[in-house]
């Protein structure tokens, strides 16, 4: 039961690669969820549906899911992108470039630096992609079940909503 969760939290070999997916996570993960933070059962559906996607997506290819952190980063990354299409993103104090381009830069650095065939940072981007398709479209919702949970009275939801209320001022932007 775990493996699937913790399968997420494996970035890959310690080194150069490792600092700058964990930068990456940790940036755009954090503005996306800044993103949603009215409605945070958004965000949770985007990690699920990242998450599932991959999981079940490598299985059926007959690939082996390692490192799926840097998967699911390629896929952040992708979604954070579509969100702020035109915008100059520097990247390190090198050059800039385009938000809509980061993924394939992601991918380009996969390929540099690690020196593989970035198939799975590949699916991340086609994930992210069939992803934003169907929230953009509306097909793809949070479930009714899961907002009316968020928004009653349970105790769980109640303690969720005011830990949340203590660090919304963090996700005002």
Do not use: C
């Not at 494996?10 to 996570?25: A, E, I, Q, S």
């Not at 503005?31 to 059926?60: I, K």
């Not at 299409?85 to 050059?95: D, I, K, R, S």
């Not at 590949?122 to 992210?128: D, H, K």
């Amino acid at each position: 039961v775990w493996r699937p969760f913790t399968a997420f939290l494996n970035f890959g070999p310690l080194g150069l690669g490792y600092l700058m997916t964990v930068h990456f996570v940790w940036t755009y993960m954090s503005t996306l969820e800044r993103l949603n933070h009215s409605t945070p059962y958004d965000f949770w559906l985007m990690m699920v549906f990242g998450s599932v996607t991959m999981v079940t997506g490598y299985t059926m290819l007959g690939l082996s899911p390692r490192f799926l952190g840097h998967n699911l980063s390629t896929f952040l990354v992708y979604v954070w992108s579509r969100y702020h299409e035109g915008l100059e993103v520097n990247m390190f104090e090198l050059f800039n470039t385009r938000a809509e381009l980061l993924p394939w830069f992601f991918l380009a650095q996969t390929f540099l630096l690690e020196g593989e065939v970035p198939i799975l940072d590949f699916l991340g981007i086609v994930f992210g992609h069939i992803y934003h398709y169907y929230k953009t479209t509306n097909t793809l919702k949070t479930p009714k079940f899961v907002i009316q949970w968020y928004n009653g009275d349970s105790k769980y939801a109640q303690m969720l909503r005011a830990k949340y209320k203590t660090i919304s001022s963090d996700f005002e932007m």
